[in-house]
């Protein structure tokens, strides 16, 4: 059933993006009175699910069968329709190659504009209906559980991150991507009250890649917040709201510390103290053969940190939402930046549709939803405007070119250009298929 909400996700957010790049192009065609011929979500070689051609209306409407995007087919261009015959013929005043170059730019420019506007949208509305909250690095006044990836980096349990090279760490969800980001030559801890700096080596960026969701995790009291029935510990004492402070003796601050001490007792029974409302409460209780007391503790950070929180009005929304939709088109650029750099491995990380299923949740949250979907949208549109023949990029840079010499590809030219870059797609296709596959069974 999980599998079932994930792919519904997938398809209704791909669907609504595919319709929107594809209406961007489809506007401005009209707009600049260019017949556009069919206007289609799915691919249909063959055959199509449904086709629909209105009355007095240039332009084929339907759904294909292969769900692998959509397409707008816009009359006299050389598209991924490969429509040579077509071309052959004499330039006709409503065709995409008898407009002049800005024209065209415009219209190859539509789709990624428009999949830009609906993120900024999303946004925005998601900034109005719901609001921001988030919490600072600086926060998080009892550290960060540290991966063994991250000790290794030069990170310690405990440590409060302050700076990366010389600039401030900001929100807590964030630090990972940022460290990789950045690639500070120096990182700037917070260690037991004194300031440490330590350098930062660039070899660890392939490893960071693949770990970035489980660097950091900010430490928390042990505060139960409830003893199931059918725990060992049921009848031992403990209240909601109890503080653990001390195992056998051993001070404990944070559930991060509980858990490692408590391994160490596994099976066995064990004295402990909590504070309780200001009274300090011995009780003997006992960790399962696992390590665990089977109590219920509190992970709600807004009940130990300072969280950060904005409202905004629909006059600020917008400028908000415009701002998040900036932030995320740079974020995406440098991913790509780092699939395209060998040395970071980022490229094993490339993925397709599996890839894109698991970021949508298990069960279905109409704002998860449409905050993915922007991010989609941004990804989309960033992906288009790559320099690749086959892609909206590739067009744009012909058409750039044509505006800055005065020269016009020939069709001969754009047919092969077309050719290479389909062949470009499909090899990347292979690999973000490849390494889905590969994660599959790994």
Known sequence: MDILIKAAQVVLA???????????????????RIRVEKFYLFFNPGFS???????????????????????????????????????????????????????????????????????????SALLFTHGEQYMLAKDATYGFECSDLAQEVGFRNGDIILEYGNKPVGKINELEIDLIYSRPESITVLRQGETVTFPFDEQFIPSLIKERKFLFQPRIPFVVTEVPDSSANYLAG???????????????????????????????SISTLFDRNGDTIAISLYVNPQGFLNVVF???????????????SIFSAFPAGAKKAY?????????????????????????????????FPSSWDWGIFWSISAFLSIMLAVLNLLPIPALDGGHILFVLFEMVTGRKPGDKFLEYAQVVGMIFLFAIMILAFGNDIFRLFK
């Open 14 to 32: 791909l669907s609504i993006l595919i319709i929107v790049h594809e209406f961007g192009h489809f506007l401005f065609a009209r707009l600049f």
């Open 49 to 123: 699910l449904f086709k629909y051609k209105p009355k007095n209306s240039d332009t084929e409407y339907g759904l294909g069968w292969l769900p692998f995007g959509g397409y707008c087919k816009v009359s006299g261009m050389i598209d991924e329709s490969m429509d040579k015959e077509a071309m052959k013929k004499e330039p006709q005043p409503w065709e995409y190659r008898s407009k002049p170059a800005w024209q065209r730019f415009f219209v190859m420019f539509g789709g990624v504009l428009f999949n830009l506007i609906f993120a900024i949208i999303l946004y």
């Open 238 to 268: 403990m209240k909601p709201g109890d503080h653990l402070l001390s195992i056998n003796d051993i001070p404990i601050v944070t559930v991060q510390e509980a858990q490692t001490v408590l391994q160490q007792y596994a099976g066995d």
């Open 298 to 312: 509190d992970i709600d950070l807004a009940h130990f940190f300072s969280i950060t929180k904005k409202e905004y």
């Open 327 to 359: 932030q995320t088109v740079s974020n995406y650029i440098k991913d790509l930046r780092l699939v395209f750099s060998p040395k970071t491995e980022a490229y094993k990380s490339v993925g397709s549709f599996i890839a894109i299923g698991n970021i």
